[in-house]
């Protein structure tokens, strides 16, 4: 269990993360967040147990950014000043996602296992955050109202499930081989 210090510590870091990550979608910052994420990462994997612990972060990344890769796809979410691989999402949204990913055991855990609450709070958030990308001008969602039905969507659908993925991961990692 985390105490109290590291679940504030991670909650406080998201924010942060979030804004650096917004500001370095502006032209000549991307490779900024890069370093971000390694520093982040460094410091977050200090605190687990194995190694086998950041499996899960790997799996809720590389799921949340299938979600916007599809929502990218569609044009229901576009990226401004996003040229070094416009087959893909930006490398800040896939450092978000790694971002989102390690508050999943420490500052969001307290929602697992609330499948409903959580789809409540990702599908009223998770929005509210895009919107405020939006108005920051880092992304845009094209097609209003099918733009923002697919974020609200896919994150009161994407909350509860990594969650759920976290969840399953610590039941293996606690009873399984050390």
Not at 29 to 45: E, F, K, P, Q
Not at 122 to 147: E, H, N, T
Request: with cysteine; proline share 4%; net charge positive.
């Amino acid at each position: 269990m985390a105490s109290n210090k590291w679940v504030v510590f991670n909650f406080v870091s998201f924010q942060l993360w979030w804004w650096a990550c917004i500001l370095s979608a502006k032209p000549g910052l991307g490779w900024a967040v890069l370093l971000l994420m390694i520093a982040a990462c460094c410091v977050h994997l200090q605190w687990i147990e194995s190694w086998r612990h950041a499996l899960p972060l790997l799996i809720t990344t590389l799921l949340g950014c299938l979600l916007d890769q599809i929502a990218y796809n569609l044009g229901w979410l576009s990226f401004e000043h996003h040229h070094t691989w416009p087959a893909f999402i930006p490398l800040w949204m896939i450092a978000l996602w790694l971002a989102f990913s390690m508050t999943l055991n420490v500052s969001m855990r307290w929602l697992q296992g609330r499948t409903i609450l959580a789809a409540i709070l990702g599908g009223m958030f998770g929005p509210l955050a895009y919107l405020g990308a939006q108005q920051l001008k880092v992304i845009d969602l094209p097609s209003s109202s099918w733009s923002l039905l697919w974020v609200t969507v896919e994150w009161a659908v994407a909350m509860p499930l990594l969650l759920w993925i976290r969840r399953r991961f610590n039941e293996t990692l606690s009873t399984g081989p050390t």
